[in-house]
């Protein structure tokens, strides 16, 4: 085989590599796509400026846990929107798979106390996986053909704010994620950090003392907040506080 051919395979084998592996991390922009869904087209993250998103992955239509997933998304959609929050969901199917899917939950599911079901987000079609691989959803040790589970908080400025990823088998806790969102924007609203399990209302962790004077007026007391140790200090937000600055009622 002449040298040049030979080079020219490598690198094709070298850029099959490369977008495998690739995986978008917090702090990255959201990588950007045009794509088809059962709603129009879109082109992510540019039309949703000044909004959070919710991009989440599936592994196929017609599946027992992702109709769960999709029922309680479908039925939290006006929660996520209060807090300027859309959804956009993905798997590796066809626009006609998907519709025929969402028309049959609509029509025929009942489950876990949701029936009729609409559901008004778009579900991108991603048959060729052109959006999964650039997101690092096609996890070949998982599936070589299936999306895991992925769910990418992007914010208002198209930046990836938290990544989870979950298996296969394992359906999403959708409590979390809404947790998660309005965490994320606490954190901003209020310049803090959120302590484990937290919840609206509970106290928030200020950020560290940048000083030794402020560490001990800190520990003397002077600033009305709570501290544990000099390194570890809370303040209280009310839960009214954190709703309001979110903007839900
Ligand atoms: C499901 O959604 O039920 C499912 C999809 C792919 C593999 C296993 C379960």
């Avoid at 993250?45 to 919710?54: F, H």
């Avoid at 609409?118 to 991108?124: A, R, T």
């Avoid at 589970?149 to 990836?160: K, Q, Y």
């Avoid at 409590?175 to 609206?200: G, H, K, S």
């Amino acid at each position: 085989m002449k040298k040049s051919l030979i080079i020219k395979k490598l690198r094709k084998m070298e850029e099959k590599i490369e977008q495998a592996v690739m995986m978008p991390r917090i702090g990255d922009p959201a990588p950007e796509f045009t794509a088809v869904t059962t709603q129009g087209e879109i082109t992510f993250p540019a039309d949703y400026k000044g909004e959070w998103v919710i991009l989440f992955s599936h592994p196929a239509d017609f599946t027992p846990v992702c109709t769960t997933e999709f029922m309680t998304f479908a039925s939290m959609e006006e929660q996520f929107a209060k807090a300027n929050c859309k959804l956009v969901g993905l798997s590796v199917d066809g626009l006609y798979s998907h519709i025929a899917w969402l028309r049959t939950i609509k029509e025929k599911i009942e489950y876990n106390g949701m029936k009729d079901v609409e559901v008004n987000f778009p579900l991108i079609e991603d048959i060729k996986m052109d959006v999964a691989k650039k997101y690092g959803m096609i996890q070949p040790g998982e599936d070589t053909t299936k999306a895991v589970r992925a769910v990418f908080f992007v914010d208002p400025g198209g930046i990836i704010r938290t990544i989870i990823y979950y298996p296969l088998s394992l359906g999403r806790n959708f409590d979390e994620l809404y947790r998660v969102l309005i965490a994320l924007q606490t954190a901003e609203n209020f310049a803090c950090a959120t302590p484990a399990d937290w919840r609206p209302g509970d106290d928030v962790i200020v950020p560290p003392a940048g000083s030794c004077g402020v560490a001990k007026d800190r520990m003397d007391g002077k600033e009305d907040i709570h501290c544990y140790d000099w390194f570890f200090c809370t303040k209280k937000v009310s839960k009214e506080d954190v709703l309001d600055a979110v903007k839900i009622d």
